[in-house]
């Protein structure tokens, strides 16, 4: 679906990537770290200094034109919308231009409308809507008629909780529909919910790629599990536990969940005693990349 072998662009180096249909892909990293010159190589609005780079079986550059609807891309303060023309306009242009059949075209857009409540404002011309009222408008665009690749650059940006909660609910299906997304954000904890994969950058490298459960086994698997006791205090002596500590009635326990899962621990003390509550804590993702870049901190976009 996209493949990346020793790209090197601007603050991009040497960075080899694959990912395959139907993954919903988080783009993460501090401000300069290369997330949205990545997405505009790969749409092809960048042409790498060196390396190879195919997107849908092309050439991104060379082939652009042949794309036709199978691309789609939101890039921040780019958009593909006349900002004279109405909502209304702006989507006849765009059925008309890839030539989508009507029918399922316009059915397509009034569940969009409805989901993204952009109905009200229809006729109204684009530039004259807010911040967020865009947005929902230029989401839209993106996501209808049924891409294959969607690329996202902090598609967030002027949504309401409301507003970003239908987006990632969208792009969630979206995938499961077999499309492929790829989403540059700051927010990690939206990316770590939906994302089933995660592309980590630091000035412009690859620090990690692949599922958040691959990177909480191998940089944090120390869970902390915290039981707040009815009876007496369990006998924890054959778990291979990293530490515990009782304060009151609460037990806190830390172990490695790469070799001692909650549930174990749980039916071995529920053997024994009475719990009224159990929480289980993992680390955030903010502090796990913190510790794969060596405890060196940096802020997010």
């Known amino acids: 679906m996209v493949t990346l072998e020793n790209v090197s662009k601007f603050i991009i180096s040497d960075l080899s990537l694959h990912i395959p249909k139907g993954e919903c892909v988080g783009i993460i990293g501090a401000s300069g770290a290369g997330k949205t010159t990545l997405l505009k190589i790969i749409c092809g609005l960048l042409k790498p200094k060196s390396g190879y780079v195919r997107v849908l079986g092309k050439d ?73 009222q865009r947005m929902r408008v230029e989401l839209a665009a993106v996501l209808i008629g049924n891409p294959k690749l969607i690329l996202l650059d902090e598609p967030n940006v002027g949504l309401d909780e409301n507003g970003k909660a239908i987006l990632w609910e969208m792009l969630e299906e979206k995938c499961r529909q077999g499309a492929t997304v790829l989403v540059a954000s700051h927010n990690l904890t939206e990316i770590a919910n939906v994302c089933t994969r995660l592309v980590l950058l630091e000035k412009g490298h690859l620090l990690y790629y692949g599922t958040e459960r691959n990177l909480r086994s191998k940089y ?16 924890l002596e054959d778990l291979p536990l990293k530490e515990y500590s009782i304060l009151g009635d609460v037990l806190r326990i830390s ?47």
């Open 220 to 235: 944090a698997s120390i869970d902390v599990m915290e039981l707040k006791l009815l009876g007496a205090l369990p006998d």
């Open 255 to 301: 172990y490695d969940s790469n070799y001692l899962s909650s549930a174990e621990i749980l039916r071995l003390i529920l053997a024994q005693t009475q719990v009224a509550e159990v929480n289980i804590n993992k680390p955030d993702l903010s502090d796990i990349i913190l510790q794969i870049k060596g405890g060196k901190s940096s802020e997010f976009d």
């Open 60 to 132: 991104p550059v060379t082939e652009k034109g042949r794309y036709k609807r199978d691309l789609s891309v939101f890039l921040v303060g780019k958009s593909a919308l006349d900002g004279y023309d109405t909502v209304k306009q702006s989507f006849e242009l765009m059925q008309s231009i890839y030539g989508l059949p009507k029918d399922s075209f316009w059915r397509e857009y009034e569940e969009l409308a409805g989901r993204l409540d952009f109905q009200k404002y229809e006729n109204k011309s684009l530039k004259s809507l807010s911040l967020g």
